[in-house]
């Protein structure tokens, strides 16, 4: 019983780190666009020097779960969520890029 028990915390500590250690290593699609789908690679941002606490943050993107933040390009040009940075002084303008996160299948 007590085997068990050790067991399940074990493999749950572990997936809770895998759960952690992952996603910056992790690619996130939004494609509900028409100008295409927008790829996220966290490892590229990762390797562009972004924390977690740059984008996982109260006004950025509160939780680490895909799916609960609605990005809209009105909150990107005004400065919000991935606009934040792709404002042409941390990274790229979005203005000016749309086919750098948009590609066209
Ligand atoms: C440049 C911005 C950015 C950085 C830096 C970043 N993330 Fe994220 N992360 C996101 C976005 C955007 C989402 C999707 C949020 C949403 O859709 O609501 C996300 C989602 C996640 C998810 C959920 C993935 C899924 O499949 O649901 C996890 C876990 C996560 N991030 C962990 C991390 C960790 C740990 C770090 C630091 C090593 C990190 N993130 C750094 C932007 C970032
Ligand atoms: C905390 C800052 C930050 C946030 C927030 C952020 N990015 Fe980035 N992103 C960067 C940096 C820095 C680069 C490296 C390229 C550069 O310097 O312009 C980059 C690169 C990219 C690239 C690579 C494009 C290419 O041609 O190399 C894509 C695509 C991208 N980001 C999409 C997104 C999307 C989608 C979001 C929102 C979900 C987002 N980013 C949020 C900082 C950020
Ligand atoms: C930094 C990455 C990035 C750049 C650059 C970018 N977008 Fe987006 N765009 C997104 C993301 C992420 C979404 C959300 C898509 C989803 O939820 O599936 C989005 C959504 C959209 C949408 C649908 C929602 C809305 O707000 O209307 C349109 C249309 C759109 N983009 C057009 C453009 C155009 C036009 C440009 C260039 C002037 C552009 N985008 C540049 C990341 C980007």
Redesign the pocket.
Known sequence: MQKLAFLIVTVLFLSTRMALAVPAEKTLE?SKSPMGV????GA??RE???KCK??HNEA??PRMKQGTVE?TMDDIYAGK??G???NGE???DARS?CA??HIKQ
């Open positions: 939004f927008v790829t996220f690679d590229l941002h562009a020097g972004q740059g984008c950025t993107f990005v969520l991935c934040v940075c792709h941390r990274a790229f890029h750098r996160c």
